[in-house]
Structure formats: C-alpha cells, structure tokens
C-alpha cells in the first residue's frame, strides 16, 4: 500500500522555465513533510520541508506547497537549471516517534534541458 | 563534519548465499542509524532503524535482520538471500532533528 505516491515518473522542463513535482498521500496523520534529491550514485540529500501547519514553505528557489484538504503537496523549482536535473522524492512523517519515520514516494527524474 | 559510508556499492549474490551490508558514520556520536531499501517502481521503504547500541527495530517482516554493534556500525544481513532481496539499499543517519536524514551512497544487490 503506497501512501506516498509520485505518479509521474517522469518530467522534463527547459531551462529557466519552472518544474512542479507533485506527490500525493493518503494517511492523514501525517504532519511533516519533506522533500529530497538524488543524484546517480548518491544518497538522497534534503532539500526542503514543510509542516502540516503552513501551506507554503520558500528556500531561494524552491517552495512546497501543501494542500491538506487535497491531500497534496508540490515542489516549485523556479528558475529550473541543468544542475537540478536530478530524481526528486517526496516523503512523510506521521508526528509522535523519536525517531525519523518517514514514509517514501517513488521519485520523480527530473530532467532540465539548456 | 559528518560523512556516512557504506560498502559495497554493488553487489550480485546467488539465491540461498549470505548478506552483510555495513555502514559507518563519522563525525558525530549516538546517531539515530536506518536501513531502507528501494525496489523496482517503489519509493524508499524503511526496514529498520536503531537509537542506540544493540537496539533495532523493524518496522517490516522480512528475510533481513540488521545489528549495531557499535555506535556509529549498522549492519544489514540475511542467512539466505532471496530473489525478493534485490533492490537498491540506503542507510541513513539523523541527529537531534530525526526527521532530517542524511543517507549514504547506497549499496546496489542483485540477486540471481
């Protein structure tokens, strides 16, 4: 049972132009939630994060927005650059453990052309 | 700073053959340590995680048992492999802010 879901496994955007990455769930407790990148060969690094009081969360160019009603969020790349071309993941964390449970989506490759 | 490390990179295996995947981290102490694994088509599935020498958690049952002997070594193992057991496999560390994991290179297993 996926509860993070990233259906499009793929996106490609030419450069300057704005990415959006979107990535759905279906467990409303969670509360926190948080985006990575990857690039080949590497682990996933973090990227940006929201909690489930805000709606919008901005760091230079990239913003998530949350929709809770929806039950969505999306990453905002803005301008897009090569150098994102990456595979993105959006993950969730249900709140009250010590420790990071989070849950994955599938990842997104993100191709940004020049 | 921080640097986690993990070995090896890659790794084909015969079914029925034993498992050892090892991770270290340098640079800080009593890290909150994980194993995650990403199947074909799947997101990054927590399999385990530790907070402390000696305590592991598994968060889903499977043919994978994981030890921390010693506060910044995870190990990942299995008796017999699987054909099940392929995937690519990530350990990650996190300090006082759990949520925020830094994951290692990542180890890809074929099994055969």
């Known amino acids: 049972d996926q509860q993070v879901k990233q259906n499009s496994p793929s996106l490609s955007v030419q450069e300057g132009r704005i990415s959006i990455l979107n990535c759905d769930y279906t467990?409303?407790?969670?509360?926190?939630f948080l985006w990575y990148k990857k690039y080949p060969a590497e682990g996933p690094t973090f990227l940006i994060s929201?909690?489930?009081?805000?709606d919008k969360n901005e760091d230079g160019r990239f913003t998530v927005f949350l929709n809770k009603s929806a039950k969505h969020l999306s990453l905002h790349i803005v301008p897009s650059q090569p150098g994102d071309s990456a595979v993105y993941f959006c993950?969730?964390?249900?709140?009250?453990?010590?420790?990071?449970?989070?849950?994955f989506g599938q990842g997104t490759i993100l191709t940004v052309h020049p | 700073s921080q640097t986690i490390h993990q070995w090896p990179a890659t790794l084909v295996q015969p079914v029925g053959s034993p498992l050892s995947l090892e991770c270290t981290v340098e640079?800080?102490?009593?890290?909150?340590l994980y194993w995650y694994r990403q199947a074909a088509g799947r997101g990054l599935q927590l399999l385990f995680y530790s907070v402390g020498i000696g305590q592991i958690s598994s968060e889903v049952p499977q043919n994978l048992s994981a030890s921390r002997p010693q506060d910044r070594q995870f190990i990942l193992s299995s008796k017999k492999l699987l054909l099940s057991d392929s995937g690519f496999y990530l350990c990650?560390?996190?300090?006082?802010?759990?949520?925020?994991?830094?994951f290692g290179p990542g180890t890809r297993l074929t099994v055969l």
């Open positions: 993950a969730a964390n249900p709140g009250g453990t010590s420790y990071g449970k989070l849950t």
């Open positions: 990650a560390w996190s300090g006082l802010a759990p949520l925020q994991q830094f």
């Open positions: 467990n409303s407790m969670f509360d926190y």
């Open positions: 929201i909690s489930s009081i805000k």
């Open positions: 640079g800080t102490s009593n890290p909150n």
